[in-house]
């Protein structure tokens, strides 16, 4: 039916052929979502992601070649971008968080239940970050490792000039998610309801120019050094 939406157009970047087709079975299997392409490198990722133009790009993060986080880089910055959503375990933290500095929108574990990365790639899709608390706080913690006096003492004066844009209660939702909670947590936090919380949420990602979650929490962590 003409009113009926178009599926998700999804591509598959992994240098394991087993997880490509593990991967291509859940995500086609599902009427709303279809996977267009595959990749098994981030040259072919660019390559592929130039020529088909999915809405979701699930992205490995370790291969051999261009890695995932060079290949995310360099589709983030075409005119029109796909969503990323990265593929990875927690021994590549430190990738990771490169991508989602570069602005991808999540990241999921290889070892997730299909029915949960169905619902990823969905977020995504639909602009939503996927990232849990318990691996935001791991990602930000990632990030805090020792640094000289002058580049925090940077770090922190940018980050209070961009946070210096944000009403009180922006500012405490910020907050909020920097500590790692979610839309319920912060909503009970701040006595306020959920649609108030992805609205000051949303108004954080324009006034900030930030793309997901965890880039509000890296700023707020830098401005309280």
């Known amino acids: 039916m003409d009113s009926e939406r178009e599926p998700v157009r999804v591509v598959i970047v992994d240098d394991d052929q087993l997880v490509r087709m593990a991967l291509r079975l859940i995500v ?5 979502l279809t996977v267009v392409a595959e990749a098994a490198d981030g040259d072919a990722a660019i390559t592929v992601v130039d020529e088909h ?3 979701v790009v699930l992205m490995d993060v370790r291969m051999p070649g261009r890695d995932g986080l060079s290949a ?3 589709l983030l910055t075409r005119p029109v971008p ?11 933290d430190d990738l990771v968080l490169g991508a989602l500095r570069a602005g991808a929108l999540g990241f999921v574990l290889k070892d997730t239940p299909p029915a949960r990365i169905l619902d990823a790639v969905r977020a995504v899709a639909e602009g939503d970050p996927v990232l849990s608390p318990a691996a935001t706080a791991r990602v930000i913690a990632a990030a805090t490792g020792p640094r000289s006096s002058h580049a925090r003492a ?10 210096s844009a944000l009403t009180e209660r922006e500012l ?3 907050r909020a998610i920097a500590d790692g909670l979610g839309n319920p947590e912060i909503a009970q936090r701040l006595h306020i309801s959920v649609a108030t919380v992805k609205a000051h949420t949303g ?7 930030v793309e997901n979650r965890v880039q509000i929490a890296l700023l707020v962590r830098d401005a309280e050094e």
């Open 53 to 55: 133009r999915p809405d």
């Open 72 to 74: 995310t880089r360099e």
């Open 28 to 32: 086609d299997g599902e009427p709303d």
């Open 172 to 174: 405490e939702t910020a």
């Open 82 to 92: 796909p969503r990323v959503l990265m593929l990875t375990t927690f021994d590549s």
């Open 203 to 209: 108004s954080l990602f324009a006034k900030l120019a």
């Open 154 to 163: 940077s770090s922190r004066e940018a980050a209070r000039r961009q946070l």
